[in-house]
């Protein structure tokens, strides 16, 4: 089982809301990522979470807050958003092993809107 | 600075062909490298992937080819399937062990 979950699968916002964004996978991956990916571009990563604890931070502006509560979960917190936030959000894990293979999957990402 | 391309944003092939998508990188110190399958409006699909140690990684009909000292990836799908219609990503893990995507190819499977 390669599955990680997302919701929700859209959502529209406006400028001035508060929403999150939730991400889980089952597979026991230590390691959790937040991906942006505006139309016809690649997946520009946002966030790396390590064993719970945040990792990397792409320079992204505090408007977007993640947060891991535990292993198996990974949220990310909207705040003041701009139109031009408006994209896929994908979500992804992977094992974290310290050997060459370290596949990261992905959910079917949440497709965001702001108003 | 694009450490990964895929230069040819499309590619079109007869079904039963074979279809060869290309990516080059820059950065020598990738030491992964995989490819993803992506229909509109969803996440990346994992296809295949290869380590730095290898050149030659095969699964069904997907082969991944890797020369390092051409800094050259290509994914050889045969035999190419109506299905197989979507946007395919190669990605290229670094040090810190996130991946740098290209800019995807569009491939399209003429039936």
């Known amino acids: 089982d390669t599955e990680v979950t997302q919701t929700p699968k859209h959502l529209v916002m406006g400028m001035t809301n508060k929403k999150s964004l939730k991400c889980e996978q089952h597979m026991g991956h230590r390691a959790m990522y937040w991906y942006k990916q505006k139309a016809k571009k690649p997946p520009e990563l946002m966030f790396v979470y390590s064993y719970e604890k945040l990792s990397i931070n792409e320079s992204v502006p505090s408007r977007f807050s993640p947060e891991c509560p535990n292993s198996s979960l990974l949220n990310l917190h909207l705040h003041a958003l701009q139109p031009e936030d408006s994209a896929l959000y994908l979500c992804?894990?992977?094992?974290?092993?310290?050997?060459?293979?370290?596949?990261?999957?992905f959910g079917p990402g949440t497709r965001l809107t702001v108003l | 600075d694009q450490q990964v391309k895929q230069n040819s944003p499309s590619l079109s092939v007869q079904e039963g062909r074979i279809s060869i998508l290309n990516c080059d990188y820059t950065n020598s110190m990738f030491d992964y490298f995989l490819w993803y399958k992506k229909y509109p409006a969803e996440g990346p699909t994992f296809l295949i992937s290869?380590?730095?140690?290898?050149d030659k990684n095969e699964d069904g009909r997907f082969t991944v080819f890797l020369n390092k000292s051409a800094k050259h990836l290509s994914l050889h799908i045969v035999p190419s399937q109506p299905g197989d219609s979507a946007v395919y990503f190669c990605a290229a893990r670094g040090s810190a062990r996130q991946l740098t995507f290209g800019s995807g190819t569009q491939l399209t499977v003429l039936p």
């Open positions: 290869i380590s730095s140690i290898k």
């Open positions: 992804a894990s992977s094992t974290r092993t310290s050997g060459r293979t370290d596949t990261q999957y």
